[in-house]
């Protein structure tokens, strides 16, 4: 028995911010974000729409893809780093948006490592036997974390989900293999340093602006070069197959320059990363599902291809999983 991914689906919201917006934000130019990032435009939530908006949206796609109704859902995981509350977690709030009832739903937070953290949780619940059919679910609304007063990351972020059904079933296809990872000695180098237990909503946390995203850009873009090539590397590794068999790496969404600098190290062409993030910047936990949902309905994934799909993030965190489709 292996976990199949048996549909997928993803949604984004209507309101786009292009970067014509930011000139007249900030202090920055068209050309100054297409060089250093990649991305034109990116997704932003529209008032009143909340992360588990997304999700459901996202969720109802995966399920009409995979040919299932609502009811057929044992498990609902959902990787998230913007809830819609502290409590209660995302997915139960999603779980009463698609309709579902008293099954186990719970968040992971890994930043935008979240949905193949997920995946890999959802896979091991169901090689157990006990869970047959499972909702994985990647969805951040990092624009209601982002300050756009600080012009080297605010052009970064977008909002949006993606969505996977998982179902065991006998056979060759479906996760071969998963890797997790973390490093919380470099926690500081992507955080939000207010809004928790540590640092409650205060006067003095909000006239500071900690409650927005804050980056060191620099060691990041070393990590998430480093971890790209490490990652696929070792999921070859593991599987025992050659790095130029794998047919599709769907990378996490947040830097063109990082995914051309891993696709030279790996010696591949860099067609074989799918990449979308002209169009929607960094989604964090969404960009890998959605990315994914992208490349499976436009045929740049067909049955029995190894896909390899890698993240890296806040925490430090990073993840994979190696697919046979």
């Known amino acids: 028995m292996r976990t199949r991914i048996i549909g997928t689906g993803a949604y984004s919201p209507e309101r786009v911010l ?9 202090e920055t130019t068209d050309e100054w974000i297409r060089t250093r990032t990649g991305i ?6 529209a008032p009143g729409e909340d992360t588990s908006d997304m999700a459901a949206e996202a969720a109802k796609r995966a399920l009409d893809a995979a040919g299932i109704e609502p009811g057929e859902i044992d498990l609902v995981v959902c990787g998230t780093i913007t809830p819609d509350t ?9 779980q009463k948006k698609i ?5 186990p739903c719970f968040d992971v937070s890994a930043a935008c490592s979240g949905f193949i953290y997920g995946l890999a949780v959802a896979d091991g619940l169901l090689a157990r036997g006990r869970y047959r059919t499972a909702l994985v679910i990647g969805c951040d609304a990092l624009t209601r974390f982002t300050d756009y007063e600080d012009r080297s990351t605010c052009v970064l972020f977008g909002d949006g989900a993606g969505a996977a059904v998982l179902r065991t ?14 490093d919380g000695w470099r ?26 995203i804050r980056m060191n850009g620099r060691e990041i873009f070393k990590f998430a070069v480093q971890k790209a090539t490490e990652l696929v590397r070792d999921a070859a590794e593991h599987v025992g197959c ?7 790496i769907i990378p996490h969404q947040v830097n063109t320059r990082i995914l051309k600098a891993a696709a030279e190290r790996l010696n591949v062409p860099i067609e074989r990363f799918y990449s979308h993030i002209e169009q ?15 490349a499976v309905r436009t045929g740049r994934v067909a049955e029995n291809d190894l896909v390899c799909l890698i993240a890296f993030g806040a925490g430090l965190t990073w993840a994979s999983a190696l697919v046979r489709w």
């Not at 034109?40 to 939530?45: A, G, K, V």
């Not at 180098?189 to 640092?199: F, K, M, Q, T, V």
């Not at 910047?281 to 949902?293: E, H, I, Q, R």
């Open 280 to 294: 929607y910047g960094n989604t964090s936990a969404a960009s890998v599902p959605v990315a994914l949902d992208e």
């Open 40 to 45: 034109r435009e990116r997704h932003m939530l």
């Open 169 to 182: 079933e006998e056979g060759e296809r479906g996760i071969l293999y998963t890797h997790l990872g973390a």
């Open 99 to 103: 309709g579902v009832r008293e099954i």
């Open 242 to 248: 050659r790095i130029d068999e794998i047919s599709e």
């Open 187 to 212: 926690a500081h180098l992507l955080e939000i340093p207010a809004g928790g237990a540590r640092r409650p909503a205060s006067v003095e946390t909000i006239a500071a602006r900690e409650h927005y």
């Open 86 to 94: 502290i409590l209660p977690s995302t997915a139960c709030w999603l």
């Open 18 to 26: 292009t970067n014509a917006d930011f000139e007249r934000m900030v």
